[in-house]
Nanobody, 115 residues
Framework: QVQLVESGGGLVQAGDSLRVSCAAS????????MEWYRQAPGKERELVAG???????YYGDNMEGRITISRDNVKNTAYLQMNSLKPEDTAGYYC?????????WGQGTQVTVSS
């Protein structure tokens, strides 16, 4: 079992930066990759970025550029740095891990960008 706790969301203004975190606990040795998804009201959940245990990062369509994912393997924490935020970045941001133990999702953290 793996538990995920997201933090760092909030209300920001357009153009601001924000970093959200996902801390994993439990059977973390099974984790192959940590990913961030987001879901805006009325829209499907979409991949924002992911990072493997070896540090290889990947991004969803049109995500790279303003967004950077990183990972601290000692703390079992993934970070999503978002710069130049836009109102259309407003969404619930969800952490997901996958690996030999299966898939686990966090409860999410809300990011709201005001214009």
């Amino acid at each position: 079992q793996v538990q995920l706790v997201e933090s760092g969301g909030g209300l920001v203004q357009a153009g601001d930066s924000l970093r959200v975190s996902c801390a994993a606990s439990g059977d973390t040795i099974c984790i192959a990759a940590m990913e961030w998804y987001r879901q805006a009201p009325g829209k499907e959940r979409e991949l924002v970025a992911g990072i493997t245990s070896s540090g290889r990062s990947y991004y969803g369509d049109n995500m790279e550029g303003r967004i950077t994912i990183s990972r601290d393997n000692v703390k079992n924490t993934a970070y999503l740095q978002m710069n130049s935020l836009k109102p259309e970045d407003t969404a619930g941001y969800y952490c997901k891990i996958w690996g030999t133990c299966g898939d686990y999702w966090g409860q999410g953290t809300q990011v709201t960008v005001s214009s």
